[in-house]
């Protein structure tokens, strides 16, 4: 009988992430100020600590992950690899389907492999408390987990809309000892200037990120932390590559092709940069590594790679990536955590350079992808992973026209148990599948500030 779980023992897990920069094929482009001047470290440093900070722009192919922070990753890693065969032999397919479950943290989802390590860096350097931003709730829940660790306070800015109307996550970062308030509020300037003209503004990502940055800037001993697209956070999440080289060492088999689901790129990151380095060394050329996107918010594949906002209150630095214009607001699908405007500078090189592919999928056909999941493996997963579960399928289908026994991998990035109403919404036919928006990206994209970087 085939095996289902490839697990590791707790001394198993990696003690260091694996920094990507080191073998790009040509470095990065730097991040820039919209003058073109490039963005210095000190420039960061009311922000962000300087330990994150040194991460974003190492070189350094192995980082020291510190004991402080492994022996939190140890309450719930390594997390288990398994191979998909109730799903492969529903879908009657030779292929072989595996898949790293990181919906066993206990917020649920790979956020906090970085929430964690953000929250220790802080500490080290006397921060005592950090404030974010959160839509559905998702990283404002795993930075509220990471940051009861070490002590630190925690101010979470979410959307409004999704205060009144997703209370759980907010409840969650309540027990972890987090403050949650719904934005805008009357906590900043920028929240109060919102309120003024809109007493009832339902809020959006925007607005939640400037008044976190603002709260930060205000405040001693008070930083801003991001649970996405930035180099250190992609850096964190390599840690699930890292355990799933092993584990796939322990099936010996190696992925042909893995997918994994995009809004900011941190968990596909995570789950297949340590796979790309092979594919960069020229040991695995044919190995195929496909991101997957909503058709609402089709940033990789319909986006240019240019310099933009990371914020829609251009408040963060430009920084080169796919983007579809910062001003952009995408249609309100429910996989929430997909609808960034851009994607991390990381991610989009790859793309933009060939070793990485990009596809999209409309809501609809994506939740009866996972509810097939569901139904032969078990798992409910969240909106955001059915991405990567429908292309999974699909390829496994491909693959039994073909006869092809390819092994397919997919990055599992949490569960969707605080999503059932979508789920819900799907059963009753209501699910909406949205036309990218063309001429609103359009618009977008005419707002994104030209820059031309200033070579030093
Ligand atoms: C936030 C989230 C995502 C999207 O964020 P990335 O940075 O692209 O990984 C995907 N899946 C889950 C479960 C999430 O919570």
Redesign the pocket.
């Known amino acids: 009988m085939d095996r289902v779980k490839f697990l590791l023992d707790e001394e198993e897990i990696p003690k260091k992430w694996y920094n990507i920069q080191a073998d790009l094929p040509t470095p990065l482009d730097p991040p820039v100020k919209p003058n073109g001047e490039p963005v210095t470290p000190e420039d960061l440093s009311p922000i962000f600590p300087m330990g994150l900070i040194k991460q974003e722009v190492s070189r350094e192919r192995w980082i020291r992950i510190p004991e402080e922070v492994l022996d939190v990753y140890r309450l719930w890693r390594p997390t288990p690899l398994y191979r998909a065969t109730r799903l492969e032999k529903a879908l009657k397919t030779p292929a072989k389907i595996y898949y790293k479950w990181?919906?066993v943290s206990p917020p649920?989802?790979?956020?906090p492999n970085t929430a964690v390590a953000q929250a220790y860096y802080n500490m080290k350097e006397g921060v005592e408390r950090l404030t974010t931003e959160t839509g559905a709730g998702?990283?404002g829940s795993?930075l509220a987990f990471g940051t009861a660790f070490f002590g630190l306070k925690c101010t979470v800015y979410m959307v409004r809309v999704s205060y009144d109307q997703k209370p759980y996550r907010r409840i969650m970062m309540q027990c972890w000892g987090a403050e949650c308030i719904p934005s805008p509020s009357k906590r900043t300037k920028f929240g109060r200037s919102i309120l003024e003209k809109d007493p009832d503004s339902p809020g959006s990502l925007g607005i939640a990120i400037s008044e976190a940055i603002e709260d930060a800037v205000t405040h001693d001993n008070t930083k801003y932390s991001l649970?996405?697209?930035l180099n250190h956070?992609l850096l964190h999440?390599t840690i699930v590559g890292l355990e799933c080289k092993k584990q796939f060492e322990l099936a010996d088999d190696y992925p042909d092709v893995m997918f994994?689901?995009?809004?900011?790129?941190?968990?596909?990151?995570?789950a297949s940069f340590p796979f790309v380095a092979d594919k960069l060394r020229g040991d695995k050329p044919d190995l195929k590594v496909v991101a997957c996107e909503p058709k609402a918010c089709p940033t990789l594949t319909k986006g240019p790679y240019m310099y933009d906002h990371g914020d829609a209150a251009k408040m963060t630095p430009l920084l080169m990536m796919y983007t579809l214009g910062h001003g952009f607001v995408p249609p309100p699908i429910h996989?929430g955590?997909?609808r960034?405007h851009g994607?991390?500078p990381l991610l989009s090189k790859l793309v933009k350079e060939g070793v990485i592919d990009a596809v999209a999928y409309h809501q609809t056909e994506v939740f009866k992808a996972a509810v097939t999941f569901a139904r032969a493996e078990g798992f409910v997963?969240?909106p955001?992973?059915a991405h990567c579960v429908k292309a999974a399928i699909d390829e496994a289908l491909r693959c039994k026209e073909t006869g092809e026994e390819k092994t397919i991998f997919f990055a599992n990035?949490?569960?969707g148990h605080f999503d059932l109403a979508a789920y819900d919404a799907y059963f009753a036919g209501k699910l909406v599948d949205y036309e990218y928006p063309a001429e609103l990206a359009k618009k977008a994209l005419e707002k994104v500030p030209r820059v031309k970087p200033k070579v030093v």
């Open positions: 990181e919906g649920g989802s790979h956020k998702q990283w795993a649970g996405s697209v956070v999440q994994g689901c995009v809004g900011g790129g941190s968990n596909f990151a995570g996989a955590g997909l960034y994607d991390a997963v969240a955001e992973t990035s949490g569960h």
